[in-house]
């Protein structure tokens, strides 16, 4: 959504015409809100009375779905090539100076809807009381910063944060270099360390569950993996997500084994694309393997690595499905932000606490965005 | 460039990723709205799959037949999420309710409809249900519940062969069954199974302990000015409950593993040891419905047994259930209910072999159940209702959220761990985290 509007706010730029009267472009504005909100309002109308009417058809489902289906990609087509018709009626003009919005303005107002409303919402929740009718002050986020377990929370975010990243990009890193050395198996080696992270993360961790799983004496034999290794070697069985805090290291090492596949796949990537001539080059200068890998491969693909520990560390903050299924977070002090914020708005049913701790989320998701969107404009800079 | 490009798809990626992000911190906010009147009465729930079509199989013979509406049970995984949606957007007819404190949540939330309001006679239903349960479900003088379902919680199991071989008996005070356990112990056995683990809801077994040794050493009257908050958390006849609790749990040789393993032991697994050869323990205290956890060999009477949670001071039995609240003021709806709670229809529950439900009206005896535990839980169950004053719905499902289903739950667990000593901190933690109102 964000690049086709550039492009089209790109578009508008690019139109050149004598500078309007003041009542044209009144006119002009009048046309562009129109233009721009009558697509969602009236896509949104045939959606809703197509919708009702198929949900009570009796027809067969399969033709239901594709009714559906041809309406609904079939109308939104239809829709903008309409408004466009619609425009080839208006004054030469003013013709260009409407058209842009037609395209990228329904997807301003979708955003605004979706995205932008909410966004509002949550935050004036967040000043509201359990059910979200009463103003209560600072009351909600008093609580964030005080309560045990939303402090335990902050703590085990941050070292989500710091930790998954960190061991993801230099594990992934470390393959990625050492299987581009490989003269064979190299797509295998590589869809071996990838193959995680076509699991979903609760499916993930059901599979960890069973490799830490522990029972302690007279409830039968271990079956976990790990308590198997350690009862093979004649030692006693360790129930390991009760470790504080080494727990939380054990549900992040689930996290790193999901997407260290990822950042190797794009570390890879990049390495591959390093020209060839600069590291001859280099290595006829003398250089060492180390000095190659620490001089140049490091800084080309440096921009890379940023973008992949982006990822992470926006995905670390969100983790809610890992230390969810894995239990008792409360109990373990393994709680984090996001598996708090569900807690309280939807086991503990309080809005107003859930959308501060969504909140606090949100703000601190938005420095990351930051560096992130800054560096992405100084690489646009460049080229 | 090539750069550039190959940052393409990973920015994309940070992208949406940020945007879910956005978009996780939205809430439902569905729109107003009427339900049509479709025929249908839909009777939502969050029971098991299995248990929800056993009832969806009973209304199909007994009540869609004899009238011009269908009544459709659905189970959600979702439940509470599909309730606040469904409520908002006023498409909810019935729905089965485990907690009497979100029966009141709903009440205030303004979409639940009173049953004063449908044309019940609440004398009558009190009749049917006891004045106590009925009572679980007041909201401002008017009545939002209408018990659907029981469960007996002061149950302890043991299994009945070994018991008898070992010549043990059932102990009918709590020191009689302190006298047990450490007869147990001299006998080279372990006299009981724990476990607390639940995955999010951790800790509730524990709470059940307590709230049954509660009613067994306060009393009911004391035990309701805890429910309500009426006395302290940290209260001398709380403490008194904890201290009871702690002397089975922290005594060496009690519990199989000890107490500050009970937190990661899963609580379906807990009944585990009992059925081994010989027992790994010999009683848990458990509610009825962990028969489904029993290994399916197990036969009722034989092989297992149980009996009531014994007195101490007072006499008190344990309950749970679930409460059906109407969100659709429509004739076919009451005359639902009217079935629905009807003797023809919960005697039938009773019967099916993939239920453990047990009927909250009084009037249902205990020939609907083949099942004999079943049967005898019935029976103490509806002799407790109709007395009135034995009789207490289960703590935690009434407290507020932040307590009933939070700092209980925890800092239970944190007294398992940390030892008898921590009994007082424990209290206080529950007490501090008490909502203000």
Redesign the interface.
Known sequence: M?TSSDDAAGATGAIEEPPPTGSQTVFLSILRVVGALAIPIVGFGVLAVAFDFLREADANRFLVVGVAIVIGVGGVFFLYWGMNRVIEFLPARYQEGVRPYIFVGPALVILAV??IY??I??VL?SFKD??GEEFVGLDNYRFVFTDE?MLRAIRNTFGWIVIVPALGVSIGLAFATLADRLRRGEAVAKSMIFLPMAISFAGASITWRLIYS???????TNIGLLNGIMTGLGQDPV?W??IKPWNNLFLMVIMVWMQTGFAMV?LS??IK?IPDEILEAARIDGASELQVFRRIIIP?IL??IA??T??MV??A??VFDIV??M?????RGTEVI?ER?I?W???????GR??AI??I??IA?IPV?IV?IRR?RE??A?? | ????R??A???V???I???????????G?GGGGQAENKGTVNVLNALEPEENAVLQAIADDLINPEVDYVVEFEQSGDF??QVQIRAEGGTLDVILLPQPG?VQ?QA??GNAVSLEDLGFDIGELEGTFGEYFLSLGEFEGEHYGIPTNINLKSMVWYPKDDFDAAGYTVPSTFDEMIALSDQIKADGG?PWCVGF?S??A??WPATDWMEDIMLATAGTETYTQWVNHEIPFNDPAVQNAGELFGDIMFTDGYV???AD?T???AFG??P??MFQDPP??WLHRQASFITAFFPEDAEAGVDYDWFPFPSVEQQGTLFAGELAVVFSNRPEVVDFLERFMGEEVQCQMGSEPGSSRISPNVNVGPDCYPNPILAGASEVLTEALAGGGAAGFDASDQMP??VG??TF??EM??YMQEGPDSLPTVLETIEASW?AE
């Open positions: 964000k979706f995205l909410p966004v919402n949550t929740v359990r059910v377990s522990f029972r302690p004496e007279g409830f039968g129930s997500l009760d794009v990537a990049a694309s080309t921009p890379t973008v992949v982006t990822y926006i995905n903050m969100k969810f299924v239990g008792s977070p409360e109990t996001a914020m807690d708005f939807f086991l503990s049913n309080h809005d859930g959308a969504a909140v989320l949100f998701i965005m992130n992405f690489e646009e460049i080229r | 460039m090539r750069k550039v190959m940052l798809l990973p920015v990626l940070v992208m990723a940020a945007a879910c992000s956005a978009e996780e911190s939205s809430d906010n509470e999420q979100s949540a205030e939330g372990t683990e995955e999010a951790t800790g199989l593993g000890g393993q937190p990661s032991i697994d807990a585990g040891p790994g323990c959220p932040e289903s939070g739950w925890t667990m944190s909502p």
